[in-house]
C-alpha cells in the first residue's frame, strides 16, 4: 500500500502508514517505498532516521534496492555529497545507482562531473539505459553543456540502441533554448 500511495504521488495517504510502523520492523522494500516518499516530500529528517536505521542492521547491507532509494533521496533533497558518501560506501552499483547520482550532480549544475560519471559507469560495463540518459542530457542542459549534450544524444543511438523518446526530445529543446539556439530548438521539435 505504501509503494502503491507513494508511486502515485499519494504523500499524504502514504505517510499515515508510516504510523503503523510503531512497534513493527519493515522489511527494506518498505524502506525503499518511505526513502521514495521523503525525496518526493523533501522530508530529509525522516531520510536521515531511516538511513541510520539501513546502517545498523546488518540484513540490508547487500540490498541494492535500499541503497539505490538512499543516494537517489539524497540526490533528490539536493544533498549531492551525501548522496556520493553512501555511493561510494556501496560494494555493488548498478545502472540506477549511477542515474541517481548523475541526475543530482545535473540539478545542482555539475554538469562536468555528471558527464565523468556516465563514463566511470561505461567503462565498467555498465550499459545506460534511457533514464540515464534523460539524467545526461538534462544535466548538460543545467549547464549550457550544447556540444555535449549534441554528442550523448547521438551516442545513445548509434551506441546503446536507445531510440529517443519525449522526454530526450524534450532535454535536447531544453538544451537549444537555454543556450539561444532557438532555430535547433524548433529544428528539433519539427523533426
Not at 52 to 64: A, G, I, Q, S
Not at 74 to 103: H, N, P
Amino acid at each position: 500500500m505504501l509503494s502503491g500511495y507513494t508511486h502515485m504521488d499519494q504523500s499524504e495517504e502514504a505517510s499515515l502508514f508510516q504510523e503503523m510502523f510503531f512497534g513493527v520492523e519493515p522489511n527494506y522494500v518498505t524502506i525503499a517505498s518511505i526513502l521514495l516518499l521523503c525525496a518526493r516530500v523533501a522530508n530529509l529528517q525522516h531520510g536521515k532516521e531511516f538511513h541510520c536505521y539501513n546502517t545498523r542492521r546488518k540484513v540490508f547491507e547487500d540490498r541494492l534496492l535500499l541503497w539505490n532509494a538512499l543516494v537517489d533521496m539524497y540526490a533528490r533533497s539536493g544533498k549531492v555529497l551525501a548522496a556520493k558518501r553512501v555511493f561510494d560506501l556501496m560494494r555493488k552499483r548498478d545502472v540506477v545507482t549511477y542515474t541517481s547520482l548523475i541526475a543530482g550532480y545535473g540539478m545542482q549544475g555539475e554538469g562536468q562531473t555528471a558527464i565523468k560519471l556516465v563514463k566511470d559507469m561505461i567503462n565498467l560495463q555498465i550499459k545506460p539505459d534511457h533514464v540515464t540518459m534523460v539524467a545526461v542530457l538534462s544535466a548538460c542542459s543545467h549547464c549550457g553543456l550544447v556540444i555535449e549534450g549534441q554528442v550523448w544524444f547521438e551516442k545513445m543511438q548509434s551506441f546503446y540502441d536507445i531510440i529517443p523518446c519525449l522526454d530526450h526530445f524534450s532535454c535536447m529543446v531544453d538544451l537549444y533554448g537555454h543556450a539561444g539556439f532557438f532555430n535547433k530548438a524548433k529544428e528539433t521539435i519539427t523533426n
